[in-house]
Nanobody, 116 residues
Framework: QVQLVESGGGLVQPGGSLRLSCTAS????????MGWYRQAPGAQRDLVAT???????NYADSVKGRFSISREKTRNTVYLQMSNLKPEDTALYYC??????????WGQGTQVTVSS
């Protein structure tokens, strides 16, 4: 079994920054990618950013230039550095891990609220 634990969410003013962390534990072999998604109330879960184990990254257009995803392979941890946050970034942020087998696991989510 695989577990993902996210942290780093909170309340921040517009223009502020936050860094989210997600650590995977358990049977971590054959990882293809890890990523961040977000879901606002009443909306679908949308891609924020992903990072493959070879370092390739992908971002949603809405966060390009403001968010940066990185990973620490030895600790099975992925980070999301968020800068110049906007009220529309408010959502529950989820981390996922995808294996080469196609198996996917999700964390429980961490709340990010951008408000003055």
């Amino acid at each position: 079994q695989v577990q993902l634990v996210e942290s780093g969410g909170g309340l921040v003013q517009p223009g502020g920054s936050l860094r989210l962390s997600c650590t995977a534990s358990g049977r971590i072999f054959g990882v293809h990618a890890m990523g961040w998604y977000r879901q606002a109330p009443g909306a679908q879960r949308d891609l924020v950013a992903t990072i493959r184990m070879n370092g390739d990254t992908n971002y949603a257009d809405s966060v390009k230039g403001r968010f940066s995803i990185s990973r620490e392979k030895t600790r099975n941890t992925v980070y999301l550095q968020m800068s110049n946050l906007k009220p529309e970034d408010t959502a529950l942020y989820y981390c996922d891990i995808v294996f080469h087998t196609g198996a996917t696991y999700w964390g429980q989510g961490t709340q990010v609220t951008v408000s003055s």
